[in-house]
């Protein structure tokens, strides 16, 4: 039988995450390290083969890392880096080699200067158990961390690289980057290509239903779907970039009108990067959502150029004294109504001069709800160099967070639709 940690000329090389840490096993902590490095680790020609996450036993630890050297050819971790008894990758990974640790004066230098350019020159106000961090396995290759004061190493364990990194996320990605990455480019056969196309308008299995012949296990060239909040994605993975092109091309025909975008990027860079290239400015009226929609956009570099402005309109009175919403009209139909969300959206555009004003108005719950308007029932308004519309959605109660969540895409979406008509 092949060994799996040795890869055959032209194959990218397995890898494995193995993220350390009780915070995160307990739900203290959202393990993000293990998503981001996945894709770091594709993108410098690895194939992710698995992702662990364990606590900070020790036992556990040398049994997951250990499985995984036997697994894969590349394996990196994330925590345990710490100066604190529970941190115990470093020991761990001696363990697994069957070595001793040893002091690292160098390293110990370096962990010294950075205290000192954090303002605690004093080497006496260095606590003791700091100098943990400078310990490592004999034989292991230390990785400096210009970010903190957890070094990681590398180190050989049978046919398998072991990169240890800092849990830190910031550190983490420093290191990656400076360290890991350029070893990586010995071992990878190739850099993995992937296109991501985004699809608002039908459910997930509609959409399998539709490019399943596409989604064949141990094809080549991978096709999958990833369903968050309401937007549906089309990842096509694969090592050869012709090939990836290809598919996806195929894809977006198969899809058609229910194509919102494509690329590695939100809702909203996408739709700042739009408003940018037609120069189109743009502004917000929020009542449920509370600013989550402006917030959204002012995330977005460049956001600057387009935004004006937003307004956040909680209760009846402000919606009237800052947008200018008739105190009657909400009297006959209701704040949560098509009408009212016209009104602010012609209102926030009238008030910043922006060609596009866009409002949110709803019922996110858990209570205020009623037989006509269920929780979850949101309405939009759009003015679009004058010409006013609206909709209304029910998104059911999925809760209070989600509801909101879904309204600024929604609105997003909404936005994005409206400039196709605009040169």
Known sequence: MDDPTTAQAGTPPRAEVVAIGDELVTGQCVDTNSAWLAGALGAAGCAVGRVTVIGDGQADVVDALRAACLRSRVVVTTGGLGPTVDDRT???????????????????????????????????????????????????????????????????????????????????????QEQVVPHLATLAGGALHSRLLHVIGCTEAQLGERIG????????????????????????????????????GTLRHEVGALLVYEGHHSLADELVQRLRARGVS???????????????????????????????????AAKARD?????????????????????????????TGARIGVSITGVAGPTGGTPAKPVGTVCFGLSVDGAISSTERRFGALGRE?????????????????????D
């Open 90 to 176: 470093r020991a761990a990974c001696a363990e697994l080699a069957g070595v001793r640790s040893y002091f690292d004066e160098a390293a110990w230098r370096d962990i010294e200067a950075l205290f000192r350019a954090m303002g605690r020159p004093d080497p006496s106000k260095i606590a003791p158990s700091n100098r943990l961090q400078a310990e490592f396995p004999v034989g292991s290759r230390v990785l400096p961390n210009r970010c903190g004061t957890a070094p990681g190493f590398a180190l050989e364990v049978g046919n398998a690289t072991l990169f240890a990194l800092p849990g830190v996320p910031h550190e983490m990605r420093a290191m990656w």
């Open 213 to 248: 012949d596409f989604m064949a296990e141990g094809a080549a060239t991978r096709v999958g779907i990833t369903a968050s909040q309401g937007q549906l994605t089309i990842r096509v993975l694969g090592f050869d970039a012709a090939q990836v092109d290809a598919i996806a």
């Open 282 to 316: 743009l502004a917000t009226a929020e009542s449920c959502t509370g600013g989550l929609l402006g917030g959204a956009i002012t995330a977005c570099p460049g956001a600057s150029e387009v935004f004006l402005g937003g307004f956040v309109t909680y209760s009846d």
């Open 323 to 351: 947008l200018g919403v008739d105190p009657e009209l909400i009297a006959e139909y209701g704040a949560v109504s098509e009408p009212v969300a016209a009104a602010m959206a012609q209102g926030v555009a009238e008030r």
């Open 402 to 422: 989600l509801v909101r969540q879904r309204s600024v895409r929604e609105a997003l979406l909404q936005v994005v639709r409206s400039l196709r008509g605009i």
